[in-house]
Nanobody, 127 residues
Framework: QVQLVESGGGLVQAGGSLRLSCAAS????????MGWFRQAPGKEREFVAA????????EYGDSVKGRFTISRDNAKHAVYLQMNNLKPEDTAVYYC????????????????????WGQGTQVTVSS
């Protein structure tokens, strides 16, 4: 089993920045691609960003491209999401996820292909 714990959420004004962190523990050797998803009230879960095991391949949702950056530190079993130029529409609960898909898959944007999920951290952007 793998446990994921997010941190770094909070309230920020539009145009501001936040950095989310996700710490993995347990059988971390079984996970490869990691990602961030978000869910706003009354909306479906949305893909935000994903990163391959090596960190060399990343993928972003269209709504965050150019503003968000995903990174990871395998030595610390952690993944990060730097969010810049935040907008009110970025308000949501942000979830960290980890996948056991083979390393050769690199990344995936499909939430069904993630095996472990954190509890989420709230991000609220005021206008």
């Amino acid at each position: 089993q793998v446990q994921l714990v997010e941190s770094g959420g909070g309230l920020v004004q539009a145009g501001g920045s936040l950095r989310l962190s996700c710490a993995a523990s347990g059988r971390t050797t079984s996970i490869y691609a990691m990602g961030w998803f978000r869910q706003a009230p009354g909306k479906e879960r949305e893909f935000v960003a994903a990163i391959s095991w090596s960190g060399g391949v990343t993928e972003y949702g269209d709504s965050v491209k150019g503003r968000f950056t995903i990174s990871r530190d395998n030595a610390k079993h952690a993944v990060y999401l730097q969010m810049n130029n935040l907008k009110p529409e970025d308000t949501a609960v942000y979830y960290c996820a980890a996948s056991r898909l083979p390393r050769i898959v690199l990344v995936t944007t499909d939430s069904n292909e993630y095996d472990y999920w954190g509890q989420g951290t709230q991000v609220t952007v005021s206008s």
